[in-house]
Structures are given as structure tokens and as C-alpha cells.
């Protein structure tokens, strides 16, 4: 298992930036990948973006696709979001997501941090 831990959340106005910030502590030697879900209220949670460690590759969902950049450290275990041009429909509870080698999709999750755009 793989602790997360976010934060960086807020209130921002539409048009503004925040930047999300994940710490991640215990098996990271097995980490495949790190990323960002988010989950607007009332509804189901949904990917934002990815990164993997061994080629830093990354993948955005496509609401957020040119606004938002994932970014990673592996030797210390940390994964970023820039979030720029927010959107009132941005705002939701956003998790920070780990997927080890043997998973077949993200396993470990953070607790959240509250993203709140104001119109």
C-alpha cells in the first residue's frame, strides 16, 4: 500500500489558478504511475490527468486537456497539478491516485482536497 497525501486546495475564482500537490509515502518502490481524479458533487468521480514514472508519460481527461499539467518527482515520491483558466464546473473534491506494477488500475487513493471555482 502506498499513502497520499494532498493539498494546495481552495477557493478561486474563474479564470484563476490553484496547484494541487500529492505526497506519497510507504510502497512507492513498486509505483507505476501517480495521478489526479476528481469528484464534483453529486456525481461519480473521473480522471484528470496521469504520469508514469519510467517514461514520464502523461494522459489528461479531455475536459481538462490545455488547462491543467500533471507533473512528478520519483525520487521524492511527489506528483503535482497546475491548474490554470478554472471553470465553475472544475470545482470538486480532487484525489490523488497510485498505481503499482502488479495493479491493473489505481489503487491507493489520498483522502482529497476541496477545489471550489466561483462564478
Known amino acids: 500500500q502506498v499513502q497520499l497525501v494532498e493539498s494546495g486546495g481552495g477557493l478561486v475564482q474563474a479564470g484563476g489558478s490553484l496547484r494541487l500537490s500529492c505526497a506519497a509515502s510507504?510502497?512507492?518502490?513498486?509505483?507505476?504511475?501517480m495521478g489526479w481524479f476528481r469528484q464534483p458533487p453529486g456525481k461519480e468521480r473521473e480522471f484528470v490527468a496521469s504520469?508514469?514514472?519510467?517514461?514520464?508519460?502523461?494522459s489528461y481527461g479531455n475536459s481538462v486537456k490545455g488547462r491543467f499539467t500533471i507533473s512528478g518527482d520519483s525520487v521524492k515520491n511527489t506528483v503535482n497539478l497546475q491548474m490554470n483558466s478554472l471553470k465553475p464546473e472544475d470545482t470538486a473534491v480532487y484525489y490523488c491516485?497510485?498505481?503499482?506494477?502488479?495493479?491493473?488500475?489505481?489503487?491507493?487513493w489520498g483522502q482529497g482536497t476541496q477545489v471550489t471555482v466561483s462564478s
Open positions: 504520469i508514469t514514472w519510467s517514461g514520464a508519460v502523461t
Open positions: 491516485a497510485a498505481r503499482s506494477w502488479t495493479d491493473s488500475s489505481f489503487g491507493s
Open positions: 510507504g510502497r512507492t518502490f513498486s509505483t507505476y504511475s
